[in-house]
């Protein structure tokens, strides 16, 4: 994962991304990355599951 960090408490799922951080193009170079977690991951400690890009225009 980039710039993504995902707590668990209780039944509350956080994800904090630094909107400060970028990590370039993305593959189009349509846009700036910003936060990924590169694909599905796993919630910690659950079976769901999340997807998440962050990206702003170029």
Do not use: C, H, Q, W
């Not at 846009?31 to 919630?43: L, M, R």
């Not at 910690?44 to 599951?49: G, S």
Request: aromatic share 4%; no cysteine.
């Amino acid at each position: 994962m980039k710039n993504v960090e995902m707590t668990v408490a209780g039944t509350m799922l956080t994800i904090k991304v630094d909107l400060s951080k970028e990590f370039g193009p993305s593959a189009s170079g349509k846009t700036i990355i910003i936060a990924s977690t590169e694909g599905n991951v796993t919630i910690p400690d659950r079976e769901e599951k999340v997807g998440l890009n962050v990206y702003r225009k170029k």
